[in-house]
């Protein structure tokens, strides 16, 4: 179920003295089982861009489909879930388990199966069982998160859509939720992330998307996005490129740490042969 966006407009406010335009003829498809990444500087429209992708805004001129039904039908909930920069924004359950039952059970499902699609999901994001009963708001915002994430993954979606997931949390709870991320990827959900910053998560990215003003400036693979010099690259390839500088022989299109050990480790093998 790809989400297609053909020549999307939007205006808040339209045909007032306020109005705003926060996106220009936007066309983009996102298929089912990629990680994307959407940047951008802030007020660029990135968060208006995702809201369309499940039918929260409408289109003023153009369309917004997921697998061919308009973003906006009631099945489409289900099949794109959002999770909000302040996950205090979409928690309201009275408690852990009321609040990630909330979806399914508004689609009708009942008994067993909302227990397990429940469990499953506040499992996958590591939130245990004494937590169930527990009211959301007394939860630290790490947690808070990621029961936001498990109420939108008991809906058993195709495409997980987050808003600066990474704002605001410790270095541990950032590399759990990027475990999280990394795990719900390899069962084949697409996973869609917009962020000021986007170098940390390069790595795990297939297609990098960046905004300027309302549009979109690039849209390709994150070795190209890092070439193109619309942002910083990671420190890791600044550090590969700094060692080329300096006469070192390493590649510098790397972006994960452990690509630079092993290139690393390629050309001190390769001096120790040469030097026999
Ligand atoms: N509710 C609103 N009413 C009026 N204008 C808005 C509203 N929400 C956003 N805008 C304007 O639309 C443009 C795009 O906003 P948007 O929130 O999509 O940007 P963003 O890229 O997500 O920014 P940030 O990185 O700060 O979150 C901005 O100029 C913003 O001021
Ligand atoms: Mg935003």
Redesign the pocket.
């Known amino acids: 179920m790809p989400i297609d966006v053909k020549e999307l407009s939007y205006s808040?406010?339209p045909g007032t003295a306020?109005e705003?335009r926060?996106?220009q003829n936007i066309s983009v498809s996102i298929n089912r089982g990629e990680f994307v990444l959407i940047g951008?500087?802030?007020?660029?429209?990135?968060?208006?861009?995702i809201?369309h992708f499940n039918g929260l805004l409408r289109p003023i001129c153009g369309h917004v489909t997921v697998g061919g039904m308009q973003a906006h039908e009631k099945h489409v909930k289900a099949k794109v879930g959002i999770v909000f920069?302040f996950p205090q924004d979409q928690l309201f359950g009275r408690t852990v388990y009321e609040d990630v039952a909330f979806g399914p059970s508004n689609f009708g499902i009942r008994g067993e199966e909302l227990e397990e699609r429940v469990a499953e999901a506040l499992e996958l994001v590591g939130i245990r069982e004494e937590l169930y009963n527990v009211p959301p708001f007394s939860l630290s915002g790490g947690e808070m998160r990621l029961v936001a994430i498990a109420g939108v993954l008991s809906m058993r979606p195709d495409h997980l859509v987050m808003?600066?997931p990474l704002a605001g949390l410790d270095p541990g709870n950032k590399h759990s939720l990027l475990r999280i991320l990394k795990e719900l990827h390899s069962q084949g959900i697409s996973v869609i992330i917009?962020s000021?910053r986007i170098s940390d998560l390069l790595p795990l990215a297939d297609k990098v998307i960046w905004?300027e003003d309302?549009r979109i400036s690039f849209e390709g693979r994150p070795q190209d996005f890092i070439d193109s010099g619309h942002s910083l690259p990671p420190a890791i390839t600044s550090l590969m490129k700094d060692l080329r500088q300096r006469g070192i022989d390493v590649r510098d299109d790397i972006f994960t740490i452990e690509d630079a050990f092993n290139e690393i480790c390629r050309v001190k093998r390769e001096k120790m042969v040469h030097r026999q």
Do not use: I, P
């Open positions: 808040y406010n306020l705003k926060a996106l951008g500087d802030t007020g660029s429209g990135k968060s208006t861009l809201r920069q808003d600066e917009v000021h905004m309302g």
